[in-house]
């Protein structure tokens, strides 16, 4: 099973405050350092999906790319195995014509359009799209109708949007929230907490059951977080997520839990979401070969072994930001953050595509990113490590 807390960031997911979340830390592993490939849903969740990088599966913009038509997805794999696949969605980001429908026999991707009467999935504007979108009531009920229906091996997919602008919960279960922002965060864990029970009541142990919860991009606050930089701190660009790639959007959280795998466990060292689909396959003993994640199975043994992985992400959104002309200098971006696992120390470069401009962070000694160097050296950035 498969639960995306969409734009949450992970010093929210983990501030003590979300019962839900804690409740799967407590069964499962926690990644305390995750580092997502892109900051915007659809490219983020391709990479989860398919443990590729955006340029193999094909979305590297918001608006203009379809998965390749040559990649196997997750569900895919996993209905051939003969799991049952069903999912509920609930932005524009995941509907069908991205082709993350692929693999699931149930794909509801239903929402509304926006109040103005537009179709939310030809607006760019990463905020009005939030506007449309199922709220986590109605995600749980119809994820539950599918699984009451199913009576063998089943691949779940419960996408929760409610933590996206306009941060307005619809009620307040979390009277310790600092912002709007948590609260809406506190409102998709609260219906977690009711989805979790309500699997439990149907007869499925969470214990028995592989469970990955995860997001697919934090969100970038203007000042309600130390570590923000949009709006009046130097990027007005940036309306939450998309343009840019500091920790504020690329910093998630990642919780699996398995039968076998330790529980309550937290993993310091560095990982990528383009690991999850790879570790799936890995845990379920399926072929995972060619993928650009690598499985995280050699942190589920004794003394969590594993090293940390050189984290890749790309954002080519602000091409499509910048065609109204407001933000014509506006580049797309790619970054590398490492982690020195003997020495603590966390580093980031990220790459101004198309110019000479290179900017480097200490994360050690600056870990909010507001002390880079400014560098210039050749145009293109790496290949996606893998």
């Known amino acids: 099973m498969f ?11 983990y501030s003590g405050k ?12 926690t990644f305390r350092q995750a580092i997502s490939s892109v ?6 969740h391709a990479s989860v999906f398919t443990g590729l990088q955006p340029a193999r599966h094909g979305i590297r913009h918001l608006l203009r790319e379809q998965l390749d038509a040559g990649v196997t997805t997750l569900a895919e794999r996993l209905r051939s195995a003969g799991y049952a696949t069903g999912a509920v969605v609930s932005c524009p980001g995941l509907n069908k014509w991205y082709g993350m429908n692929r693999g699931f026999d149930h794909y509801d991707d239903e929402i509304p359009r926006l109040p103005d009467g537009s179709d939310p999935l030809t607006t760019p504007d990463v905020k009005k799209r939030g506007l449309a979108l199922k709220r986590a009531p109605l995600v749980v009920d119809r994820a539950m109708d599918w699984l009451s229906r199913q009576d063998g091996p089943f691949f779940l997919f419960a996408h929760f949007f409610d933590a996206h602008w306009p941060y307005e919960p619809p009620e307040d279960f979390c009277p310790t929230a600092a912002n709007p922002y948590e609260g809406e ?6 219906y977690l907490q009711i989805m979790l029970r309500r699997i439990e009541e149907m007869g499925h142990s969470l214990e028995d059951t592989l469970i990955v919860c995860f997001s697919d991009h934090g969100e970038d606050l203007a000042g309600w977080y130390p570590n923000d930089h949009s709006g009046s701190l130097g990027h007005p660009y940036e309306e939450g997520h998309g343009c840019l790639l500091f920790d504020a959007t690329q910093h998630v959280p990642l919780i699996i839990s398995a039968p076998g795998l330790p529980s309550g466990v937290e993993v310091d060292q560095q990982v990528r979401l383009v690991d999850i689909a790879p570790t799936v396959l890995d845990l379920l003993g399926m072929d995972k070969e060619d993928l650009d994640g690598l499985s995280l199975a050699e942190f589920f043994g004794p003394g969590q072994e594993g090293a940390s992985r050189p984290a890749y992400s790309e954002t080519y959104y602000p091409e499509e930001r910048r065609a109204d002309g407001q933000y014509p200098d506006l580049t797309p971006l790619a970054a590398v953050r490492l982690h020195d696992d003997d020495h603590d120390g966390r580093r980031k470069v990220i790459w101004h595509i198309g110019t000479d401009t290179v900017e480097t962070y200490d994360l050690r000694s600056d870990p909010h990113e507001l002390k880079g160097q400014t560098l210039s050296a050749p ?7 893998r």
Not at 18 to 28: A, D, F, T, V
Not at 379 to 385: I, L, S
Request: glycine fraction near 10%; avoid cysteine.
């Open 18 to 29: 979300m019962p839900g979340i804690e409740s799967l830390r407590r069964g499962g592993v």
């Open 3 to 13: 639960i995306s807390l969409d734009t949450v960031r992970a010093d929210v997911a």
């Open 39 to 44: 900051p915007f849903t659809p490219a983020s």
């Open 185 to 190: 965060v506190a409102y998709s864990d609260h």
């Open 379 to 385: 145009a293109g950035p790496p290949a996606p490590p």
